[in-house]
């Protein structure tokens, strides 16, 4: 009987590489997979052109010197602030105020804290919230909570 050795060895190394190769894809693949997402490079951003200048184009079609807007009036101080609930210590006039300013949502402001620039709060009443320049000088303003309907 005759047997063709070199024939079961070339089957043997056929098997040993696809199985080789199978392990490698594997292996790569998990790899691949596994790894934190890489992030895309930003998109460039286009560069809006510069707003023309309105008056130097005026000059040019021959209009005369433009004046300048008047500048708005700045709202008075008592515009400005809203208080909108009060909890104010009976006898020790310390508390808290909820007072929103500019039309922003309220905020808490503890007696002597800065409540904007040159306005601090002095004290507190059952309804009312007394602000000025410093904690113990004159109230320069009071406000008085929205009457109940």
Not at 12 to 25: D, H, I, K, Q, Y
Not at 49 to 67: E, I, N, T, W
Not at 69 to 80: G, V
Not at 122 to 135: H, I, K, T, V
């Amino acid at each position: 009987m005759v047997t063709n050795l070199d024939h079961s060895w070339g089957v043997r190394l056929a098997t040993f590489a696809l199985a080789a190769l199978a392990a490698a894809s594997v292996a790569y693949w998990g790899l691949r997979l596994s790894a934190p997402a890489a992030t895309l490079p930003e998109a460039a951003v286009a560069v809006a052109p510069p707003a023309p200048d309105v008056q130097a184009m005026a000059r040019l079609l021959g209009a005369g010197p433009v004046a300048a807007p008047a500048a708005a009036p700045a709202p008075s101080a008592s515009s400005r602030f809203a208080l909108v609930g009060v909890l104010a210590g009976r006898d020790s006039g310390g508390g808290v105020a909820l007072i929103a300013l500019d039309g922003q949502p309220p905020k808490p402001y503890r007696v002597g804290a800065q409540v904007d620039a040159g306005w601090v709060l002095q004290s507190l009443g059952p309804r009312q919230a007394r602000l000025g320049a410093a904690l113990n000088g004159q109230s320069a303003l009071t406000l008085e909570m929205p009457q109940r309907r």
